[in-house]
């Protein structure tokens, strides 16, 4: 967030911080990352997004998806 210009508070650093509203979790563990990071974000979905850009004007050339 930082190198996108954002100054986000120190809290947000330790992992089991979850904002003003929740508490902390007591512990964390890491877990191995999937790909796509999420599993529903599959060829169809990218369709989908694909084709609901294209209905607001927005186009690409869908090879470059694929």
Do not use: Q, V
């Not at 999937?34 to 974000?41: A, G, K, N, Q, R």
């Amino acid at each position: 967030m930082k190198n996108r210009g954002y100054h986000p508070a120190e809290e947000w650093k330790e992992a089991t911080y979850r904002g003003l509203n929740c508490a902390a979790y007591r512990e964390i563990s890491p877990i191995e990352l999937s790909t796509p990071i999420y599993p529903e974000h599959n060829d169809e979905y990218l369709h989908e997004c694909l084709h609901n850009l294209k209905a607001k004007g927005i186009t690409f050339d869908e090879s470059e998806f694929y």
